[in-house]
């Protein structure tokens, strides 16, 4: 169930959105080099404490003051399935 709490909204309605539709994409881009690197794949909310735990860093606890345990602190697992590179004209397709 998607709630909204406290200032959280932007973010909230993402996780929203990863849980009923997981298609998403990771865009790179370097300008200097005019190089890029799209991935697609899924994407997933997990509120697993040990990962949460592995993930935290104290600096953190302005945003989610009951720390790693926060009902309100989630990780959004991506995992890619095909990709995009590019550099100058020259494009290439990728399965992963």
């Not at 592995?54 to 602190?73: R, S």
């Amino acid at each position: 169930m998607c709630q909204i709490r406290r200032n959280f909204i932007i973010i909230l309605l993402i996780l929203c959105t990863i849980k009923k539709n997981p298609n998403a994409s990771l865009y790179f881009y370097d300008e200097k080099t005019f190089e890029g690197l799209m991935l697609t794949g899924k994407a997933e909310v997990s509120y697993d404490n040990e990962k949460r735990k592995e993930f935290w860093n104290d600096e953190m606890l302005k945003y989610y003051p009951l720390g790693y345990n926060d009902p309100d602190f989630a990780l959004i697992k991506f995992t890619a399935s095909k990709g995009n590179h590019y550099q100058g004209l020259k494009n290439t397709d990728f399965n992963i």
